[in-house]
């Protein structure tokens, strides 16, 4: 049997790109509707097991740093129109916070982060695949700017960081999964053409809803 689904659309691309630029402009014109933003960095694995210095360990680029399991489940019940509790990631301390939000099912689930393309499995969810594309230099000073102001780090840390970790992984694991995309944006937030574009889209399949349907073996 099918049955129609909410839409769900994937933002990739990497750090600093622009994806919550892309995320916040599609947010703002549906937020009255119905819309919830999920962020693949709030499935961060859970280290709260691990000491501070354990977690500065850890790749945080790599495939394998996430929980996609309890991401896909969470989407599979979205999409199931049930309620979830999304963690909540503490980027100070390297792990999941004790608390939790509860996000309730929505028509438009966005889904944002750098490697969501690269999940087979969470590709195969998506009805709408963007990446976001931006020079390499821009994203490292919007890095900087971010980190320094949002996220408790020394510049040293981040430049460290980006040279031993994020530019390998970024050029790796993140660039590759600009095939799979349907659109890609360069310019990501600034890109207002592309962000019309996606909108419209997003308008047509809300007042066509039939258009979706999933096959109910997505439960199993
Ligand atoms: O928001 P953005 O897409 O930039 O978030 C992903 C980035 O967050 C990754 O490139 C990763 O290096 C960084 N990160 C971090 N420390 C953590 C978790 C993620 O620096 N504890």
């Given at each position: 049997m099918k049955l129609s689904k909410p839409l769900i659309?994937?933002?990739?691309?990497?750090?600093g790109s622009g994806k919550t630029s892309v995320t916040n402009s599609i947010y703002e014109v549906f937020k009255e509707h119905s819309v919830?933003?999920?962020?693949?960095?709030?499935?961060?694995k859970d280290q709260s097991h691990l000491d501070f210095e354990e977690r500065l360990l850890t790749n945080y680029d790599h495939p394998l740093a996430f929980d996609n399991k309890l991401l896909i489940s969470h989407l599979r019940k979205l999409l199931v129109r049930q309620s979830v509790e999304k963690p909540i990631y503490d980027y100070t301390l390297h792990t999941r916070s004790e608390k939790s939000v509860l996000i309730e099912p929505k028509d438009v689930i966005i889904l944002e982060g750098i490697l969501?393309?690269?999940?087979e499995a969470l590709r195969n969810l998506m009805d709408i695949k963007l990446f976001v594309d931006t020079?390499?230099?821009?994203?490292?000073?919007?890095?900087?700017?971010?980190?320094?102001?949002?996220?408790?780090?020394s510049i040293e840390s981040v430049v460290e960081q980006y040279l031993s970790v994020v530019r390998p992984m970024h050029n790796q694991f993140i660039e590759p999964t600009k095939r799979y995309a349907d659109i890609i944006i360069p310019e990501g937030g600034?890109?207002?053409?592309?962000?019309?574009?996606?909108v419209t889209k997003i308008k047509?399949?809300?007042?066509?809803?039939?258009?979706?349907?999933?096959?109910?073996?997505?439960n199993q």
């Open positions: 659309i994937g933002i990739a691309g990497g750090s919830v933003v999920i962020e693949q960095d709030f499935y961060y969501v393309l690269e999940d020079d390499a230099d821009l994203r490292i000073i919007r890095r900087i700017l971010r980190d320094i102001n949002e996220r408790g780090r600034h890109n207002e053409v592309a962000i019309d574009l996606m047509t399949i809300l007042e066509n809803g039939t258009e979706l349907y999933y096959d109910d073996d997505i």
